[in-house]
């Protein structure tokens, strides 16, 4: 006997932060919402993202403190045993578990019914969900929607013509499954979430090799992200392999993988226990059925195609987050266009929409990234050389004034980008301990439209890191 359909005001496919969002606020609006999720709530930032990500970067902070900056302050930090990997995973999945809980009760305080199962289309205004756990006289249920968001995120690559690569390798999913800390590690990208987990390896003691296809990382970001990044990353040990390409994966036994490269040395190989595939991702869409609704894709990126207001070329589809085509895949972009979204469909509030004009984001390398806004070749590019001002500055951090090498201290290096004879600030980039909560208030004024002038205004905060933003000369 085929299902009865369920009817609802909006149907949202995919559980994570911006999808759960956007089902919420259009709940709070009075809209019949329904959630749909196939694996955990909150989607890759709770899970395999964001939160897992913080925490261990959390973690590899605490082993520089230990290891490299304590005994400058006065410490005899002493490890009486090697960092416990396995213990620390334990909890941190264990707070993983608690978040996917807590996104669950949110669901029900806002009254958002959830299903639990896999979605298709079979038309524009019809899904068929396929239930995980189904009773024994439901085992799948179909939807009627009055509107349906897209919010099924994405998904990393991995190499298809090189043998060995998705058998041997794991990807910044597999990161967070290791049961036990390797000895030795190979990333394989020159994205930011490469750079992340190069650098938390690195810091809780793994032999860390990172394989880039140019001469540098982080190429979206200023140029003087990327040059100070990497200098400090072979500093501290990171072996980074210039120019390289990658052949294949061999199995050598008691979890041990030889990779075979091309760099800008020649041809070698290296024996490790983890290759990790950090070269971008893709969205997850798939199995979804897009072909049966009309729905354009991106030709060249297979993203779901949207305009300003999240909509697809179909009246009653939207998406957002990394399936759709804006360009930032980040938490707090989807959060913030989901909410804009129900506010528009269901708020009454008809020019709603997500300005995705200077979005502050950051890397949490080591040591931490902060930008907004445009890069100094790209403020250039726009507004032509002789309209651009550049203020930058270098310092030691007075937290590494106790150090007596200068290998230990990690750099600090900032540049504001202005543009035109009113210096409106259109690039803040910053690099440094503390950098990550520094931007945020900074990436208010930015987006005030603030000039040169209103920073030097403020008077600063002194001894900070931060005071040097409004005393640039």
């Not at 669901?107 to 024994?136: C, I």
């Not at 930032?328 to 989807?334: D, I, M, Q, R």
């Not at 950098?435 to 000039?451: I, N, Y």
Request: some cysteine.
């Amino acid at each position: 006997m085929a299902p009865i359909p369920k009817e609802c005001d909006y149907l949202v496919i995919g559980g994570g932060s911006g999808g759960l969002a956007s089902a919420r606020r259009a709940s709070q609006y009075g809209a019949k919402s329904i959630a749909i999720e196939s694996k955990r709530l909150g989607g890759t930032c709770v899970n395999v993202g964001c939160v897992p990500k913080k925490v261990t970067w959390n973690a590899a902070s605490i082993a520089d403190t230990l290891r490299h900056e304590s005994r400058a302050y006065g410490f005899s930090a002493i490890e009486s045993a090697p960092f416990d990997w396995p213990t620390f995973k334990q909890k941190r999945d264990a707070y993983v578990k608690r978040l996917n809980g807590i996104y669950e009760r949110n669901l029900h305080n806002d009254k958002v019914e959830y299903l639990h199962g896999r979605a298709t289309f079979l038309d524009a205004q019809t899904v068929r969900v396929t239930l995980d756990n189904p009773t024994a006289t439901e085992k799948e249920v179909v939807i009627k929607a009055k509107n349906t968001l897209v919010a099924t995120g994405g998904y990393p690559n991995v190499p298809k013509d090189i043998p060995g690569a998705a058998e041997l390798g794991i990807t910044s999913d597999g990161f967070f499954e290791l049961e036990a800390q390797p000895k030795t590690a190979a990333l394989v990208g020159a994205g930011y979430i490469a750079v992340e987990m190069a650098g938390m390896f690195n810091a809780l003691g793994t032999e860390t090799h990172l394989f880039i296809r140019h001469d540098s990382f982080l190429r979206p970001f200023d140029p003087m992200v990327q040059e100070k990044i990497i200098a400090e990353y072979e500093k501290r040990g990171i072996k980074i392999h210039r120019q390289s390409s990658q052949s294949r994966v061999e199995d050598l036994g008691s979890g041990r993988k030889r990779l075979h490269y091309k760099d800008s040395a020649g041809e070698g190989t290296l024996d490790t226990d983890v290759v990790l595939w950090a070269i971008g991702r893709s969205p997850e869409i798939g199995d979804l059925g897009l072909d049966k609704t009309g729905v354009k894709l991106d030709e060249k990126s297979g993203h779901v195609a949207t305009d300003d207001y999240q909509a697809t070329n179909v009246p009653t589809i939207f998406a957002l987050g990394d399936v759709c085509d804006r360009g930032f895949e980040l938490t707090p972009v989807a959060i913030a266009a989901g909410r804009r979204l129900a506010d528009r469909l269901y708020g009454g509030q008809t020019g709603a929409k997500l300005d995705y004009d200077q979005i502050p984001s950051v890397v949490f390398a080591h040591p931490e990234v902060g930008t907004t806004g445009l890069t100094e070749p790209a403020a250039r590019a726009k507004y032509g050389d002789e309209n651009i001002k550049v203020y930058n500055t270098s310092f030691t951090d007075m937290y590494y004034a106790m150090m007596d090498k200068q290998d230990d201290k990690a750099p600090s290096a900032f540049k504001v980008v202005c543009a035109g004879p009113e210096e409106k600030v259109v690039g803040i980039h910053i690099v440094g301990k503390g950098c990550s909560e520094m931007l945020q208030g900074f990436g208010v004024a930015v987006k005030m439209g603030a000039r040169k002038s209103d920073l030097d205004s403020c008077v600063a905060i002194h001894p900070t890191g931060a005071e040097e933003l409004v005393t640039l000369k």
